[in-house]
C-alpha cells in the first residue's frame, strides 16, 4: 500500500524529532541535577521535581530505544 508511504515517513520524522527532543530535555535537566548533591536533592522540593522529570524523559527515551531500535542512529544525523 504505496499510499501510506508518505504518512510512514512523516511520522518517523516527527518520532525522531521528538527522541531528539527529549534526550535534549533529559541532558539540561541531568546537568542541573549534578551541580548538587544527593542531599540537595532530596530537601529541595524543586530538585525533587526536576529529578523525577528527568526520569520520567529517561524512561520514555528507554522506551522508545527498544520499541525502534534504529532511532539512536536516525537522531544522529
Excluded: W
Amino acid at each position: 500500500m504505496e499510499q501510506y508511504q508518505p504518512l510512514i515517513g512523516v511520522v518517523l520524522e516527527k518520532l525522531a524529532q521528538t527522541y531528539k527532543e527529549l534526550k535534549f530535555n533529559y541532558e539540561g535537566l541531568d546537568g542541573v541535577l549534578k551541580a548538587h548533591t544527593s542531599e540537595e536533592i532530596e530537601r529541595t522540593p524543586e530538585l525533587i521535581t526536576i529529578k523525577d522529570v528527568r526520569d520520567a524523559y529517561g524512561s520514555l527515551i528507554d522506551c522508545m530505544e527498544k520499541q525502534f531500535p534504529g532511532i539512536k542512529d536516525v537522531s544522529e544525523e
